[in-house]
């Protein structure tokens, strides 16, 4: 097996340290939201056993129990996943269509999206099962 050089190397710890400061501000913003969302539902479970009356519309309907809540390791883990599959993807909204390959089922060969395109009609990928 080779191993990479030094300069490779390099540029990928580079391209990994920039891509999570990108991803950064949006995953501390969706954990703060969850902490959040903890909070509201731990303040009405305490003002519930102290034997206030809740009335206010502020409050959530549901609370999370102590052992299902919201801001925990796992749920910051999925949310950094999500927030990274979500960047890296190659369709973004506003922007040209990937161009992937994909098989003509009749002819069983690998061809191009836009190679199937004809004219100026429009597209259309019916993405089903036949079962």
């Not at 991803?23 to 969850?34: E, G, S």
């Not at 949310?79 to 922007?95: C, E, N, R, T």
């Amino acid at each position: 097996m080779m191993h990479d050089s030094g300069g490779v190397q390099m540029a990928r710890a580079l391209k990994h340290a920039a891509l999570c400061l990108m991803l950064l501000p949006r995953f501390l913003l969706a954990a703060v939201m969850l902490w959040f969302l903890d909070f509201l539902c731990i303040r009405k479970k305490m003002l519930l056993k102290m034997g206030e009356k809740l009335d206010s519309p502020d409050d959530p309907p549901v609370c999370v129990s102590d052992s299902n809540k919201m801001f925990t390791l796992e749920s910051l883990r999925a949310v950094w996943y999500g927030q990274k599959l979500d960047f890296l993807k190659s369709a973004h909204l506003g922007h040209t269509a990937p161009n992937t390959e994909v098989v003509l089922v009749q002819e069983r060969r690998q061809v191009r999206i836009l190679d199937c395109m004809k004219e100026k009609r429009p597209l259309i990928l019916n993405f089903g099962s036949c079962s």
